[in-house]
């Protein structure tokens, strides 16, 4: 028989599982108590209890916009994608300006690379006073919509001056070598990463992130110094090994950049651009066998990898 949510007592003060479930018993499609159970296996990670709940509230009733975000949040959660788009479009139909739903639609929209992903952005643009996550600007740069993720960059800093990631993705912005980014700035760069280290100095990204834009500008010298304040902080990070061994062998120091290779290898014996890298490098140098061992390591990793074939091969 179905119940109106209208005319259940209030549930705030059940705020466990039993004393929730004790109450199902007696009233077994109370949407609200489903709907609510389904909540706490969700923080428990208790995926499908919390689906078996809000697929029973579902079909009792299917336009409560709360019950329409978890179902979609749910079914996302198990792969299931198919039917949280078609939860989270059924919410915004009978909500156009509920930004919960909104927002996931177009992050799972964005990310399986739908054409309308920009002007769904700019949807929730509109809706929300110039404000939308880091996530979908990171979108509008993989659509080279360079300005425009700058500004929406700049609206989140409006209202969170010290909200990291937005820093972070503002810095990386300006950075970009990419030939199609106009807003291409070092100077702006350069200041929002200090900004950052500022605010932030026992961040290893921050440092990490800084020197790859200087190591990408071919300003090696200064990424070394970068990675290393990296390094300090976190001395397993395999990345800035293989950085920097890449930048001292721009700076033709060979045996600096095979030890920073190797430094690499042994956080992770299974890094093969670095056993390509030092592999190079012991050719160059002229110990021929130490590179044909290195090019073995790389087919051990991966057979058909075809620099390895070819230099073995010569």
């Known amino acids: 028989m179905f119940v109106s949510c209208s005319n259940h007592s209030p549930i705030n003060s059940y705020s466990s599982i039993d004393s929730i479930s004790v109450l199902l018993q007696k009233d077994s499609l109370n949407i609200e108590l489903l709907n609510q159970r389904a909540q706490l296996y969700i923080e428990q990670d208790e995926i499908n209890l919390a689906k078996k709940d809000i697929d029973n509230a579902y079909s009792v009733f299917k336009n409560d916009t709360d019950l329409?975000?978890?179902?979609?949040?749910?079914?996302?959660?198990?792969?299931?994608?198919?039917?949280?788009?078609?939860?989270?479009?059924?919410?915004?139909?009978?909500?156009?300006?509920?930004?919960?739903?909104?927002?996931?639609?177009?992050?799972?929209?964005?990310?399986?690379?739908?054409?309308?992903?920009?002007?769904?952005?700019?949807?929730?643009?509109?809706?929300?006073?110039?404000?939308?996550?880091?996530?979908?600007?990171?979108y509008l740069k993989e659509l080279r919509e360079y300005e425009r993720a700058i500004n929406l960059l700049k609206n989140r800093l409006s209202q969170f001056p010290k909200e990291k990631g937005s820093l972070s993705l503002l810095s990386i912005m300006y950075s970009d070598t990419s030939s199609m980014n106009t807003m291409f700035n070092t100077s702006l760069a350069d200041n929002y990463f200090k900004e950052i280290i500022e605010l932030y100095p026992n961040d290893y990204q921050v440092y990490y992130n800084f020197g790859k834009s200087k190591q990408d500008l071919s300003e090696y010298e200064d990424a070394v110094n970068l990675y290393n304040m990296a390094i300090d902080i976190d001395p397993n990070a395999k990345e800035s090994y293989y950085n920097l061994g890449f930048c001292y062998m721009q700076l033709e120091e060979y045996r600096v950049a095979i030890n920073y290779f190797t430094s690499a290898l042994k956080l992770d014996s299974s890094f093969l651009l670095a056993y390509h890298a030092r592999a190079y490098l012991y050719d160059l140098i002229g110990e021929k066998e130490k590179a044909r061992a290195d090019w073995k390591n790389c087919l051990m990793l991966n057979p058909s990898y075809i620099p390895a074939i070819k230099a073995l091969s010569s």
Do not use: H
């Open 68 to 138: 329409l975000l978890k179902r979609g949040y749910i079914y996302y959660s198990l792969n299931q994608t198919r039917i949280s788009k078609e939860s989270w479009e059924r919410c915004i139909n009978i909500d156009p300006n509920n930004l919960d739903c909104r927002e996931k639609l177009t992050n799972l929209l964005c990310a399986v690379k739908y054409p309308n992903c920009k002007s769904m952005i700019d949807t929730l643009d509109l809706l929300n006073n110039g404000i939308v996550s880091t996530r979908l600007i990171v």
